[in-house]
């Protein structure tokens, strides 16, 4: 019988909370050394975000980017490591935003003792530039185009303003509102799932969005950023950690770490791309397509032979769209958390979810048996 995938989920900006997966640290030694590790390289800055990490909600540090960043790259390098070290290392990794850079990590294309300072040059990118916030909508792309007055693309290009390698316009939806309404600069930033879109903006833009779409029925939910990520107010940023990130010579993943699936382009991160800074770089002003990702996943691997999708943020929002995939609704493929969420999030019910979802793990190991997995993922 041929075993399921593993494709471990990584969150990104906006997800961030109070303790995420704190509950995990010194109780499991293949996560605690990582963290270790990443706050040991950053001095007293390290010690500064472990301790922005470790306090309980509530606590508005935590929407600074300067803080949030770091430690959603690191614990969810942190959790992929522990991953493996425990069962065995994801066959496919889809990261959200930053997480995307954990899963480069994970996946040797930059080395795991860069951590650190791969998220100290990605902070300094962000220094003086892109402020503004993102906001959730409950609404469909096309449904927004609709309401605010229609999306303007762009050609599809890297933040050193050359094409994107492998990257195409139908890729990557670069969607702004038009200039000239009052609305103007306020980007799609993200396709989290089939009514679940991000915006962003300038503030004074994003309000007027916001008050427009309230007042015409929408949900809205202002995301916890104080920049407007992965909207054309990045272009800078993207550039200048595009430029710090060739100092660290990416390199094409290691096939026994898992394959990236990214979410800018939503299919498999080839060579040449990976060992791109500026595809990495570029991220910062391109749209998020994680659901677009996530759904190709479920429909060309849900069934053939499925999926075990291992939700790492500490909402569980990575996995809530795939919930109503028809591969996942008939059990094809399965949900499985990794940590705990409400209450019991960052305290000791994390390890203990962990621990049941290392058992899922191990029983879908032992029913199948040790066979070779095709790390091959959709392209």
Known sequence: MERRRSVLLLPGQGAQRERMAAGLYEAREEFTAPMDEFFGRLGTTGARLRSAWLRPAPNPELDESAVAQPLLLAVGHALGRAVGAAAEPPALLLGHSVGELAAACLAGVFDPADIGALA????????????????????????????????????????????????????????????????????????????????????????????????????????????????PAMEGAALRFAEALAAFGPRAPRAAAGTVVSSRTGVTVT???????????????????????????????????????????????????????????DGASEVVPLLAVGRDAGGPADARVFAEALHRLGEHRDHTGDHTVDHTAVS
Do not use: I, K
């Not at 409950?138 to 762009?154: D, H, I, K, Y």
């Open 120 to 231: 100290a040059a990605r902070s300094r990118s962000l220094e003086g530039t892109g402020y503004g916030g993102m906001l959730a909508v409950a609404a469909s792309e096309g449904q927004l185009a609709e309401e605010l007055g229609g999306f303007g693309g762009r050609p599809t290009v890297g933040a050193d303003g050359v094409a994107v390698a492998g990257v195409t316009a139908a890729g990557v939806a670069d969607a702004r509102v038009a200039v000239g309404t009052a609305f103007a600069g306020v980007a799609v930033a993200a396709l989290n799932g089939p009514r679940q879109t991000v915006l962003a903006g300038p503030r004074e833009a994003l309000a007027a969005v916001e008050q427009h779409l309230r007042d015409r029925g929408f949900l809205v939910r202002a995301l916890r950023s104080g920049h407007a990520f992965h909207s």
């Open 271 to 329: 060579a040449e791309q990976a060992r791109d800074p500026h595809f990495w770089g570029g991220q910062l002003a391109a749209p998020v397509r994680y659901w677009p990702a996530l759904r190709e996943l479920l429909d060309t691997l849900g069934r053939r032979p499925g999926l075990l999708l291992l939700d790492g943020s500490a909402d569980r929002s990575l996995s809530a769209p795939a919930r109503h995939h028809p591969a996942v609704r």
